[in-house]
């Protein structure tokens, strides 16, 4: 009898402990935990302020429109106020209104950096070819004495 009680005791331990090493059962309606969505890659486009060109992500540009937005809001709110006070005290008002500053995109929108700066290089070089050739006079005009 104390066999039988010895084997019983070690079947149930070894049972016990390779329970223990498993993951425990799923239940049935829940899903595993979803991957969480991969970030798209950054998209860069050609941005002109002026006449500068700048290679920036669209994020970014976004994000710069945007504070530029809020700082004229700011701006003409300010010049909006001063006129008032200008006015009601029945002075002159010299101010300025503040113009709206855009930065706008030109070209496509290029999938990296390295694209979009040979783009800009290509501008420029496309650029001072233009402007060589209106320098030069013109074969049919004839030259000024």
């Known amino acids: 009898m104390t066999?039988?009680?010895l084997v019983a005791s070690i079947l149930?331990?070894?049972m016990f402990?390779?329970?223990?090493?498993q993951d425990p059962p799923k239940p049935a309606g829940q899903k595993p935990p979803a991957a969480t969505p991969a970030?798209?890659?950054?998209?860069?486009?050609?941005a002109k302020s002026g006449d500068k060109l700048e290679v920036i992500t669209k994020e970014a540009l976004e994000a710069?429109?945007?504070a530029l937005d809020e700082e004229?809001?700011?701006a003409k709110g300010q010049y909006d106020k001063d006129k008032k006070a200008a006015e009601a005290a029945q002075k002159k008002f010299?101010?300025?209104e503040p113009k709206k500053a855009v930065i706008t995109t030109v070209g496509a929108e290029y999938p990296s950096k390295e694209a979009a700066e040979a783009a800009v290089k290509k501008m420029d070089e496309d650029k001072a070819k233009s402007g060589e050739k209106a320098k030069e006079p013109k074969k049919d005009e004839p030259?000024?004495?």
């Open 12 to 14: 149930c331990s070894t």
């Open 64 to 66: 710069k429109n945007k």
């Open 3 to 5: 066999i039988r009680l």
């Open 94 to 96: 010299d101010g300025a």
């Open 143 to 145: 030259k000024k004495k």
């Open 17 to 21: 402990l390779t329970a223990q090493g």
């Open 39 to 46: 970030k798209p890659a950054p998209v860069f486009v050609i």
């Open 72 to 74: 004229y809001t700011k």
